[in-house]
DNA sequence: CCGTCGATGCGAACACTGTACGCACAGCGG
DNA sequence: CCGCTGTGCGTACAGTGTTCGCATCGACGG
């Protein structure tokens, strides 16, 4: 309703400008933009819907934004504000590796749609939130007295971030269901089974385990794969 | 050429139906789409371009297809039937894994929207070249005597996927901008500096290596990793 | 040989998309 | 009071994925 549309130009049908919010702001663009991808998806992110949602005009944007890429490298370097890493001088750098890695499994799976646009962007937004992540890490990694700590350290990354993008994407599916996670699990096991039919080694089994309670299986396979990798890390070590 | 537009229904212009080309079928459709994907990228292929390089009109696609979607599913299985995969009685189970890894790199950099399509959309495909890429690999992890293959290869292919997608993503924005990798790196070198000004960890130093041969950088990058990860499941074997 | 039928191609149209352009107007310094 | 600068936004353009219905085809049955 703040679109007042005034097909004549009459002075006297005018309103005397009521305040109606702040207005508009790139903060307020990007966090808006943000709910709107937590809630609807990133297909259903468009411009004038967001526009819409702010009360404002479809191209108003356009005045603190350059463009929707620029307005997704601030939503995901906005996300990446949201990881907490443990204190950089943490004495032992196994159990923070650890908590920083579950740190960005969890915003990955509460925003899934951050996996899809560091699919097609990768990590080279160099925005605040991002750099000091990095940051971060690299003084946990070199305190940890690594002899190549940013080789440690995208190992480690790309392994979180891979299996956060499997997950997310299986959440993203789940959620477009509109089942919980176990109903569609159950509803999808005979599909599966069949599908692995004369295939030898590909069995459902270990599906049985995932239909009981799919987020502690998720759970626990991310941590096996993530101490896997940090018992590798550690050999790197010096002794 | 082939769409001849009659606005006068004339009997009298019609050609005799020259036969031009095997014409349409869900193979040769989705084998230009890939073609298309590897030469222009992701956001440039379109329903109605794509057409028009089949010398077919815009909507005839979906008598072979269903959405565009589809298309992108039937595309990603496409290419997954080019990763050759080691023989399934390697008796090296780690110098297999070693090769199957390098050969998915090998194609995810050869296609790089195909990191994009699967951050979106995840493993979730079944389609035929997926499953069998799984039983092959499945075959080898339990031939190894891994305890639980399955968890195993989920987070080798986590690793594997999760590095590819940054070096996609890295590999597009070089070609984005027309120059070689290493003229690219060598432009942005003063900028990623300035960036880490101020950041006591991060040093662009390791870029002056990248600079000479970024290619042969990236594959050291990756390998170091991928041994990473080798030496971590190693641990879980029985020994 | 002719009529029918299912499969295939496709032109037109619909509902959207991101974004450029230019106008209207607010507040403000001179 | 004038003009300027920054902000909102209506209009418009070129493009998108996809639906619908019509035209045309090869094959097949009578």
Same mark, same amino acid.
């Given at each position: ?84 890493? &443990?204190?950089?001088? *943490?004495?032992?750098? !196994?159990? +923070?590796?650890?908590?920083? $890695?579950? #740190? /960005?499994?969890?915003? %990955? ?18 925005? &605040?939130?991002?750099? *000091?992540?990095?940051? !971060?890490? +690299?003084?946990?990694?070199? $305190?940890? #007295? /690594?002899?190549?700590? %940013? ?40 599909? %599966? ?40 890390? %550690? ?5």
């Amino acid at each position: 309703m703040a679109a007042r549309t005034n097909p004549v130009p009459s002075v006297w049908a005018r309103q005397p400008r009521e305040p109606e919010q702040p207005s508009l702001s790139r903060a307020a663009i990007v966090r808006e933009a943000v709910a709107m991808l937590d809630a609807e998806g990133i297909d259903a992110l468009s411009m004038r819907k967001l526009a819409t949602r702010l009360n404002a005009g479809a191209t108003s944007l356009y005045r603190h934004v350059a463009t929707k890429d620029e307005l997704m490298e601030l939503a995901v370097d906005q996300v990446f504000g949201e990881i907490i890493l &443990p204190p950089a001088d *943490s004495p032992d750098w !196994r159990a +923070a590796a650890v908590e920083a $890695a579950q #740190a /960005f499994r969890a915003t %990955a799976l509460r925003h899934p749609w951050l996996s899809s646009v560091l699919g097609q962007a990768g990590l080279v937004y160099l925005g &605040p939130n991002l750099m *000091s992540f990095s940051e !971060r890490l +690299a003084g946990l990694f070199t $305190a940890a #007295a /690594f002899p190549e700590p %940013a080789r440690a350290i995208e190992t480690l990354i790309s392994y979180v971030v891979g299996m956060s993008t499997a997950e997310a994407a299986w959440l993203t599916a789940v959620a477009r269901s509109g089942e919980s996670e176990a109903e569609f699990v159950a509803r999808l096991m005979p599909a %599966a089974e069949q599908a692995t039919v004369g295939y030898e080694h590909l069995n459902g089994d270990s599906t049985a385990a995932a239909a009981e309670d799919p987020a502690a299986t998720r759970d626990a396979k991310f941590s096996y794969g993530l101490e896997v990798v940090l018992d590798g890390l %550690a050999l790197r070590l010096p002794r």
